[in-house]
């Protein structure tokens, strides 16, 4: 695989894992909001696996298929945080704290000297969702801190 779509296919496995996650929340948490918020960001995240997955082939790769060990870790971890305190403000947090890192690779696939310049124009074409996805958790949670 190039250069350029390797760094694709690592968003493309970080939001794979992301799209996941949102799932996995939105049928644990009891707050509808919460949970059409969840189904939502879910839906966008498999809009920009599709965007990203049809540049890879674009350039004759094939993206992978795969989640991460460290999202099942999480995955792990989340659950077992939201059984012994606050369940949506522990969805929320570590979903928050999962666009943060998710904000940051894009920003380091694009000034990578590595990404093509097409893939670059593709990534710019996604960070608005991306931006929008982080700032929606990041409200949600300073409105679920400030709640308690």
């Known amino acids: ?26 049928s644990e948490v ?15 995240k498999g809009e920009i696996v599709q965007g990203l997955s049809t540049e890879i082939r674009a350039d004759g790769e094939v993206p992978e298929k795969t989640t991460s060990w460290s999202a099942e870790i999480t995955r792990l ?3 077992v945080r939201s059984v012994l305190g606050d369940k949506n403000y522990t969805y929320v947090s ?29 990534l710019a074409r ?7 996805c982080h700032d929606l958790m990041r409200t949600q949670k300073l409105a679920l801190k400030n709640a308690a």
């Open 1 to 26: 695989m190039n250069q350029s779509s390797e760094i694709l296919d690592n968003l493309v496995t970080a939001i794979r894992d992301g799209k996941s996650f949102y799932e996995l929340a939105a």
């Open 30 to 44: 009891d707050n509808p909001e919460l949970k059409t918020l969840f189904t939502r960001i879910a839906k966008v």
């Open 77 to 79: 971890y989340v659950e």
């Open 94 to 122: 570590q979903l928050e704290d999962s666009e943060d890192k998710l904000l940051k690779q894009f920003s380091e696939a694009q000034s990578d000297p590595n990404t093509s310049e097409h893939a670059r124009i593709v």
């Open 126 to 132: 996604f960070l608005p969702e991306v931006k929008n």
